[in-house]
């Protein structure tokens, strides 16, 4: 019940600048006391917090969500991306999310890439970010330091 002054509490102990942070939304999270979460979502944007609505497309997808809370970027679900080359509709439902967020002046992240073929057509659709399994798979802190070092050499040659 007091979400908002919970989260302010640890932003202010933790010192954290909220121009840096980016909080994940479900719909369904917000589906159990809509007018609740629009006004906590309201007073986190005021100070600096912004938010992505993940699995854009599937559940209790609304419009409404997205013309009415303070949301700066979505994130299509992988259901559709992995039926990329399968069904036509998935094309057309990915063309239309990538065009509505960015009349809203939002980014789109596609989640779930897998082959250059989905990467390709997500870059034509100049979807803003792409995650997956095509660029790397889950890794340790560890292994994720080298793959990126390495990674880095290689942009540099």
């Not at 986190?44 to 993940?54: I, P």
């Not at 980014?107 to 803003?128: I, N, R």
């Not at 792409?130 to 942009?155: C, D, K």
């Amino acid at each position: 019940p007091k979400m908002t002054e919970t989260i302010f509490r640890i932003i202010f102990n933790a010192n954290v600048d909220t121009s840096l942070l980016e909080l994940e939304l479900t719909e369904s999270a917000m589906m159990h006391n809509p007018e609740y979460a629009q006004r906590c979502l309201r007073e986190l944007n005021q100070l600096g917090v912004s938010f992505a609505l993940d699995d854009f497309g599937t559940g209790y997808s609304s419009l409404s969500n997205l013309q009415h809370l303070p949301i700066s970027l979505v994130k299509i679900d992988k259901s559709f991306i992995q039926d990329l080359g399968k069904s036509a509709d998935a094309e057309h439902i990915i063309r239309a999310i990538i065009t509505l967020a960015h009349s809203l002046h939002m980014s789109v992240v596609a989640e779930g890439v897998e082959t250059k073929e989905q990467l390709e057509f997500l870059q034509q659709q100049h979807c803003d970010e792409i995650q997956g399994f095509y660029f790397a798979r889950p890794m340790p802190w560890e292994e994720l330091v080298q793959f990126l070092t390495h990674q880095n050499r290689s942009a540099c040659l």
